[in-house]
């Protein structure tokens, strides 16, 4: 991984750098009209605009020290190539392998701004559920910060690829990437085309309780992606905890059990089953109750689309060749 690297703001004019002039000095945007200074180009054409409207310098070349402040970013930093440019990552970034080793800034709601300070980052890209509060108190320390507040649907995914693209002066890159999982979607949808019926299913999150995803989750959007239909979805909420009488009220004929381990979804499964009347239920009296790995599932990032592949085949293999 580099460290260090320089400090000095870069111009883009014949290569030339701004000497003796240190990033910590420079606001974003004192930086980006520096940089359209030497280009002869207005500064307003070098922003890109962050998911709360705040206006964003387009980098002249890629951050050297980038700062994730949530598991699904640095995961796309990683897929970008980029792993090798980050400098921290929160306590939950565990994938790829390689961001464990990474110095860590804390959790999604607790960042401690002093490491991220300490990290000396070039870029901080925040995402939904880190506090605001603590972004702006990020952005006052001059560091550069961009905040993505994406995710809805399946399509948002390949738009917030882009995205970060841009911020990273990745854009070829996050455009491959983009395509790719694009491509993917559309595959699922075409082999949908046309699909008999759509399996009602219910979604549970292995822990404690009957935590299931609303109608605002897109694990919502993603079952409905795959050709069935969640129970929950007239729900106005991501996440809310379920009756067990409301599940046989509503028959499922498919669970998923969003686990991290086979012993977790073994765990889960035999649980539900052993709950009273729930034995009736469509999807546990024919035994299909299926393991989704919860690390790929819970992160709106590119292990979706692997999610979306196995719900699809599962819910429709006559469509996918058997395949599971």
């Known amino acids: 991984m580099r460290r260090g690297g320089s400090d000095l703001i870069r111009g883009a004019a014949r290569g030339g750098r701004i000497r003796g002039v240190s990033r910590r000095c420079l606001s974003p945007v004192l930086a980006g009209l520096l940089l359209a200074t030497l280009t002869g180009g207005p500064a307003h054409s070098q922003d890109i605009l962050d998911d709360l409207g705040r206006a964003f310098p387009r980098p002249a070349r890629p951050p050297e020290r980038i700062v994730s402040m949530a598991p699904n970013i ?27 080793r990474l110095p860590r800034i804390g959790g999604l709601v607790d960042p401690n701004v002093e490491i991220i300070r300490s990290l000396d980052p070039d870029l901080v890209v925040a995402f939904r559920g880190n506090p605001l509060r603590l972004v702006d ?22 738009v917030m690829i882009k995205k970060i693209g841009r911020v990273t002066a990745a ?27 759509r399996p009602k299913v219910f979604v549970l999150l292995y822990g404690q309780g009957l935590w299931t995803c609303g109608g605002e989750s897109y694990v919502n959007d993603l079952i409905g992606r795959a050709g069935g239909t969640n129970v929950a979805s007239a729900l106005p909420k991501k996440w809310v905890l379920y009756k067990r ?13 969003l686990a991290r381990s086979a012993a977790d979804f073994a765990a889960g499964r035999d649980r539900l089953a052993a709950m009273p009347g729930i034995g009736a239920v469509s999807a546990v009296r024919t035994g ?14 590119p292990r979706l689309v692997d999610v979306l592949d196995r719900m699809a085949a599962l819910l429709h293999p006559d469509r996918f060749g058997g395949r599971t």
């Open 245 to 257: 009488e409301r599940i046989i009220r509503d028959d499922p004929d498919i669970v998923f059990i």
């Open 74 to 100: 640095t995961e796309i930093l990683f897929a970008l190539g980029l792993g090798s440019r980050v400098a921290g990552v929160t306590r939950f970034c565990d994938y790829p392998p390689e961001a464990q």
């Open 288 to 301: 299909r109750i299926y393991e989704i790995d919860e690390n790929a599932a819970s992160r709106f990032g």
């Open 137 to 158: 108190r990020i952005r006052k320390l001059d560091l550069p910060v961009f905040v993505l507040d994406i995710g809805r649907s399946l399509d948002d995914l390949p």
């Open 171 to 197: 854009e070829a890159r996050a455009e491959a990437l983009a395509a790719g999982l694009g491509a993917r979607l559309a595959a699922v949808d075409a082999a949908l085309k046309g699909a008999s019926g």
